[in-house]
């Protein structure tokens, strides 16, 4: 079972303006929320930690996972409200966001709240603002810290500049999530945020020299590489696919691959070999091509996903 631990929220799309109105549409979202939902539609127990509050958005994020099959274990009930994200599409359907949570429940967790964590949980999956929003941020950052070693520990940064605009408290936090993790997976556009003057290549090796087995480096339309130790990687192209938007698409592929990565063992198996890293991008990149094919953050099923590789 993972635990994905971060934000839940909804994400709000403005739709062509009826005379002085401005019509909105709300889905739910969050970088962790979507990867915890992804794990359990491909078959993988999961439970999100979030700060998740009482008003009704809340009690409707807390609906949709119980509908999911989400494990609410994990979830912290708190008064504070919730987050919004402000959703801009341009024509290529790629996402931009401006975020309204300054005081919400999905950045108000601290140490107190973490609730212990039962015998089967295998991994542990961080990402996204609450790595760097406080008192959020340092909580998961101490349950990392306590973890290691014990659960397979998982990074995603997604960086939210409109979050969190200082690229250094982006570098510190997410410098210190990565030497504590066994799974990195980052896209270029993150890498390019946080180190522009270094090479894929050189900071994966950076990464793997301070433990971690496999880094996963997502390059949008150009596929994936991974890397792992003893300089080992591959390289997968992007599947084709007529694109909806792209939105959930990298929390897809998160889910996918750790939906192939559900213990530390199978870890360094996979990443021993550029054979079985190659399918397991494949397999990831499967996942975040269903997803850009219809319209938000709809991870597919593990029949849809199956059903389209048993196709290829």
Not at 16 to 24: I, S
Request: some cysteine.
């Amino acid at each position: 079972m993972y635990v994905i631990c971060g934000e839940a929220l909804y994400d709000v799309y403005t739709r062509p303006a009826e005379g002085d109105a401005l019509p909105l549409l709300a889905r739910p979202g969050g970088s962790p929320f979507n990867v915890a939902i992804g794990l359990a539609r491909l078959g993988t127990r999961a439970g999100l930690l979030a700060g998740l509050s009482r008003d009704p958005m809340g009690e409707h994020l807390r609906a949709i996972l119980q509908r999911e099959g989400v494990a609410p274990d994990y979830l912290v009930a708190r008064d504070e409200r919730t987050t919004l994200a402000l959703v801009a599409l341009d024509p290529e359907g790629v996402a931009r966001y401006a975020f309204y949570g300054d005081g919400c429940a999905d950045r108000s967790l601290v140490e107190a709240d973490l609730p212990p964590l039962q015998p089967w949980v295998t991994g542990l999956h961080f990402g996204s603002y609450t790595l760097v929003a406080e008192p959020t941020a340092s909580t998961l950052l101490a349950l990392a810290r306590r973890e290691r070693g014990a659960r397979l520990i998982s990074l995603d940064p997604n960086v939210r500049p409109t979050v969190e605009p200082d690229m250094d408290r982006w570098r510190e936090r997410v410098d210190a999530m990565a030497g504590l993790a066994d799974v990195i997976k980052v896209s270029d556009e993150d890498l390019s945020l946080l180190h522009p003057d270094r090479t894929h290549e050189a900071i994966a090796a950076h990464w793997l020299a301070q433990g971690a087995g496999l880094v996963v480096v997502t390059l949008g339309s150009d596929g994936a590489v991974g890397f792992g130790p003893g300089g080992i990687s591959a390289q997968v192209p992007a599947r084709p696919v007529r694109n909806a938007d792209t939105v959930g698409a990298g929390d897809s592929f998160q889910a996918a691959l750790l939906n192939r990565l559900p213990d530390r063992d199978t870890l360094r198996t996979i990443a021993a070999s550029a054979a079985e890293i190659e399918a397991l991008l494949r397999y990831a990149g499967t996942a975040a091509a269903i997803t850009c094919s219809r319209p938000g953050a709809d991870p597919p099923t593990r029949a849809e996903l199956d059903a389209v590789l048993d196709a290829a």
